[in-house]
């Protein structure tokens, strides 16, 4: 079966086909960069790791523009508050949020364009959208008329019967309740302080919205593949875009519409304005790593709510155990008898079940029951001592395979390198030769503190990091 995806424009699951052969072009709606991100955030992007890990897995070649969201309502009100430039503002935030990206092991995007540096590209769509009579100005605010754009609530499905014409927001965020004509260009007022452009357009600045159009478009063409967001996007931002950008450019915007469910703590919404979110560094801080964290936010089916809870995070944790521990028991396995074709067996089940599944519309739950699945039936072969070096071999090739997309056994930039861990084990072997108890002790200690455990085997010390 071919890769399907649930598109959220058409509401059905379609085959997955890419404009250009072999290649995918991608586009994600990145953060704003007025705090740091929370885990509710990285959900999505964690769902569009996942997506990007598994299109390479099938062979393709992604291209993936993940816009920063640098000016806005909220950027500009709180960049005032502490008193610093803009720029200087969202800076401190882009960098936190590319070193939580690290620590969660997600992949990088090819591009991560801010919107600040693209105003003459959302002028210039901004000027068409003039010309073709879809938008208007008011006091130097310029708006989209969606009475002019038939096809405006074709993604979030909307009966626009009763629109009242000429109603206008100004506001990026608004419900479904208040369709009305959207801000693309906004007057400088006062409360913008020294935020401004001078463009053809006059003295202001961009709305939300516009960004993601002129950017997206920029990086990936007027017609592109695959555009992913949390479901909150979906109105009014991703329903905006499609009007900005078809009706500037007259061509279809996007193929498959791709929206990720919401993570929750208790029953609502992770938000910022909620106040009920964690940050990444909060989870760090109580000792669990990153990538407990990956798995948990990995393992929930993406058009599912994943409802965060501690008990989750020490779940995900064991689960990793599992399936670290087996991997390096694995590498430190001799071999023994051949198993007579039943790991060839096990291995090829797990391949094929693992891409079944997540060809499925990234069906994550059950390409992990397949990797677990496999687990058990290596150790159990490995402990009748029926697993040859060569059945080994092909075991742990296949494992990683599937840990290019589910990426459970990286490290983290912070961990402290192989080498530095082997000289101090070195040490404290050193230590114990010279019956210096108390300083081999101390080292085992320092080492623990490090989340590096150690055991006295007779082939020598072993060692495994913390998970
Ligand atoms: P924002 O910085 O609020 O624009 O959000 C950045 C991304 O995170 C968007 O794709 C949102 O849809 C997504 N997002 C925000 N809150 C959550 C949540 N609680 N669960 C999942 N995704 C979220
Ligand atoms: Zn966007």
Redesign the pocket.
């Known amino acids: 079966m071919a890769l399907r995806f649930r598109n959220s424009l058409t509401r059905t699951k379609e085959e997955f086909q890419p404009i250009e052969p072999g290649h995918v072009r991608m586009y994600t ?4 960069v007025y705090y740091y ?1 929370h885990i ?2 990285f ?2 992007y964690m769902f569009e790791d996942l997506l990007r890990r598994y299109l390479k897995f099938k062979g393709y070649k992604v291209t993936q523009v993940m816009n920063l ?1 640098d000016v806005d309502d909220k950027t500009i009100r709180d960049s005032q508050k502490e008193g610093v430039s803009l720029k200087e503002f969202t800076k401190k935030y882009i960098d936190a949020f590319f070193h939580d990206l690290d620590t969660l092991g997600i992949e990088r995007a090819e591009y991560y364009p801010a919107a600040t540096d693209h105003i003459p590209e959302m002028v210039a769509i901004i000027k068409k959208l003039l010309e073709r009579g879809l938008a208007y100005e008011v006091d130097g605010n310029y708006y989209f008329r969606i009475s002019a754009f038939p096809e405006y609530g074709k993604l979030a499905n909307l009966d626009l019967n009763n629109l009242k014409a000429g109603a206008r927001v100004a506001a990026d965020e608004y419900e479904k309740d208040s369709v009305s004509d959207f801000a693309l260009w906004k007057a400088w007022d006062e409360a913008d302080g020294d935020v401004y452009w001078e463009t053809e357009l006059g003295k202001g600045r961009p709305g939300w919205h516009i960004e993601c159009s002129a950017m997206s478009t920029k990086y990936l063409g007027n017609h592109f593949d695959i555009h992913t ?5 979906l109105f009014p931002h991703h329903e905006n875009e499609i009007a900005q950008t078809e009706g500037a450019t007259g061509e279809k915007f996007v193929n498959y519409w791709l929206h ?1 469910e ?3 703590v208790d029953g609502a ?3 910022k304005s909620a106040g009920n979110f964690y940050f990444l560094k909060d989870i760090l801080e109580k000792g669990y790593p990153g990538v407990a964290v990956r798995y948990l936010l990995m393992a929930t089916h993406y058009r599912q709510q994943l409802n965060f809870t501690f008990q989750g995070l020490d779940a995900a944790r064991k689960a990793l155990e599992r399936y670290n521990d087996f991997i390096s028991n694995l590498s430190d396995y001799s071999g023994g008898e051949d198993s007579g074709g039943e790991a060839k067996q096990a291995i090829d089940k797990m391949l094929k079940g693992f891409e079944e599944t997540l060809d499925d519309d990234l069906n994550i739950s059950g390409a992990l029951g397949a990797v677990f699945d496999f687990i058990r039936d290596i150790n159990r072969l490995k402990a009748d001592n029926k697993l040859s070096a060569a059945e080994r071999d092909s075991a742990l090739e296949a494992i990683r395979k599937v840990d290019t997309v589910l990426n459970f056994t990286y490290q983290q930039q912070d961990e402290h390198l192989d080498s530095e861990i082997e000289a101090l084990i070195q040490k404290r072997t050193d230590a114990r030769k010279n019956k210096d108890y108390v300083l081999a002790d101390k080292i085992r200690d320092e080492l623990l503190a490090m989340g590096i455990v150690l055991e006295d085997t007779a082939q020598g010390v072993k060692w495994k990091r913390k998970v």
């Open positions: 709606c990145g953060p704003t991100a509710g955030n959900r999505a969201t967001g949390g479901i909150d996007n990720c919401h993570l929750i919404k992770m938000s």
